[in-house]
């Protein structure tokens, strides 16, 4: 019995603090766009489309805890719908969204920013930069001003102060090791790939 106690006291100490946790996320209706003086019918709840990959999820919170989930493959279908994920309460919603929406896509990359949204590229090498207001959900889609990185998809991002970075990827048979800077004050872009050195290409940035 004293060994058994042991044993468990020893496994007790190896046990990590903070273990993984699987938890079903709650789906929430559909969050429509408010139009003023327009009454529209009741949301439905929210489909449940989330066995999907090559969409994006940022890995940054906004203010108020939620994650944003864009495109990707369904199935045989590649999407462009919009799902918000609170940490908070582990709940899922479904946004309409208005204006500049971006086409269906999947290999996409993306970076969140205040209270904005940034998608760029993909499988189908749009390389327009679509900037979602998550405050009054429209996207805008801005072409950056000559010279401008080629679309691709597989490539990473990141946001540093005004400029979101790019690198790497892959556009049809070539792989890209490149590295652009795109500034939201300016809406201009700038290759700094050779700022430094660069590292071997590869499809995986």
């Avoid at 938890?23 to 003023?36: E, G, Q, V």
């Avoid at 940490?87 to 479904?94: G, H, N």
């Avoid at 080629?150 to 946001?159: D, L, N, Q, S």
Wanted: charged content about 15%; some cysteine.
């Amino acid at each position: 019995m004293q060994s058994s106690q042991s044993q468990q006291v020893q496994l007790d100490r190896q046990r990590p603090g903070y273990p993984w946790e699987a938890r079903r996320l709650t789906l929430f209706p559909s969050i429509p766009i408010a139009r003023y003086g327009i009454v529209q019918a009741p949301p439905s709840i929210s489909p449940c489309h989330f066995l999907r990959y090559g969409h994006i999820l940022p890995a940054t919170a906004n203010a108020i805890g939620e994650l944003f989930l864009f495109g990707g493959l369904v199935g045989d279908d590649v999407t462009a719908n919009l799902y918000s994920l609170s940490t908070r309460d582990f709940s899922a919603a479904l946004w309409q969204t208005a204006s500049d929406i971006p086409s269906p896509r999947l290999g996409h990359a993306s970076a969140l920013v205040g209270s904005v949204l940034i998608v760029w590229s993909g499988e189908k090498q749009d390389n327009r930069f679509y900037l979602l207001n998550l405050v009054f959900r429209e996207w805008t889609a801005v072409k950056s001003s000559s010279p401008a990185p080629a679309g691709r998809y597989g490539h990473a991002t990141t946001m540093t102060g005004p400029k979101f970075y790019i690198f790497g990827g892959q556009s049809d048979a070539e792989f890209l090791n490149d590295m652009w800077a795109f500034d939201l004050n300016t809406c201009r872009s700038r290759n700094r790939s050779s700022d430094s050195h660069t590292i071997n290409a590869s499809s995986s940035a």
